[in-house]
T-cell receptor, first 114, second 114 residues
Framework: AQSVAQPEDQVNVAEGNPLTVKCTYS??????LFWYVQYPNRGLQFLLK??????LVKGSYGFEAEFNKSQTSFHLKKPSALVSDSALYFC????????????FGRGTSLIVHP | DTGVSQDPRHKITKRGQNVTFRCDPI?????LYWYRQTLGQGPEFLTY????????KSRLLSDRFSAERPKGSFSTLEIQRTEQGDSAMYLC????????????FGDGTRLSIL
């Protein structure tokens, strides 16, 4: 079985400050990991993925994420937040040896204050 | 890449009526997924197709739900005898999956049951 947890319903950060949105996962084997962003009344947009290789993954709009196998985490980070980053963020996991269907977290609402 | 298109964007109907949604995936993608999303939740998997074959269905997908993907192109999701609990955003996504690729989502169909 595969699962993902986003422990924070909401993250508040001031514009220009670094941001972190947390994600932990559970899989039987090795994971494929993804981050998506969702703006109001829109579908999910892909930000970045970890398949294999470097633990630090860089994605769209200046976001990056660090894969930590020992802590089973894949936290999303950005060095300097923008007001326009305010949105819902979803982490997703897929077990490499399992189903083709990813499991999504409940989402974290990021609010960047001017 | 014209993106994933869903129609209609909004549907309001009375309880007990049948509704049908359409999804046009990115043309070269062989996999197509349907998800349901309610407020405060991540996308919940309903079903997916590889080309025209429906390969997996969630236990969430009751007998009132049916999906098709004739000729492996567009897909339809039909809900018969709608219930209040069917009110949600229905999201369609498409992808390649070899090598593992992120899903591309449409903007969804928001269903409201009166």
């Amino acid at each position: 079985a595969q699962s993902v947890a986003q422990p924070e319903d909401q993250v508040n950060v001031a514009e220009g400050n670094p941001l972190t949105v947390k994600c932990t996962y559970s899989v039987s084997g090795n994971p494929y990991l993804f981050w998506y962003v969702q703006y109001p009344n829109r579908g999910l947009q892909f930000l970045l993925k970890y398949i294999t290789g470097d633990n630090l993954v860089k994605g769209s709009y200046g976001f990056e994420a660090e894969f930590n196998k020992s802590q089973t985490s894949f936290h999303l980070k950005k060095p300097s937040a923008l007001v326009s980053d305010s949105a819902l963020y979803f982490c997703a996991v897929r077990d490499i040896g399992g189903s083709y269907i990813p499991t999504f977290g409940r989402g974290t609402s990021l609010i960047v204050h001017p | 890449d014209t993106g994933v298109s869903q129609d209609p964007r909004h549907k309001i109907t009375k309880r007990g009526q049948n509704v049908t949604f359409r999804c046009d995936p990115i043309s070269e993608h062989n996999r197509l997924y349907w998800y349901r999303q309610t407020l405060g939740q991540g996308p919940e998997f309903l079903t997916y197709f590889q080309n025209e074959a429906q390969l997996e269905k969630s236990r969430l997908l009751s007998d009132r739900f049916s999906a098709e993907r004739p000729k492996g192109s567009f897909s339809t999701l039909e809900i018969q005898r709608t219930e209040q609990g069917d009110s949600a955003m229905y999201l369609c996504a498409s992808s390649f999956d070899s090598p593992p690729q992120p899903q591309h989502f449409g903007d969804g169909t928001r269903l409201s049951i009166l």
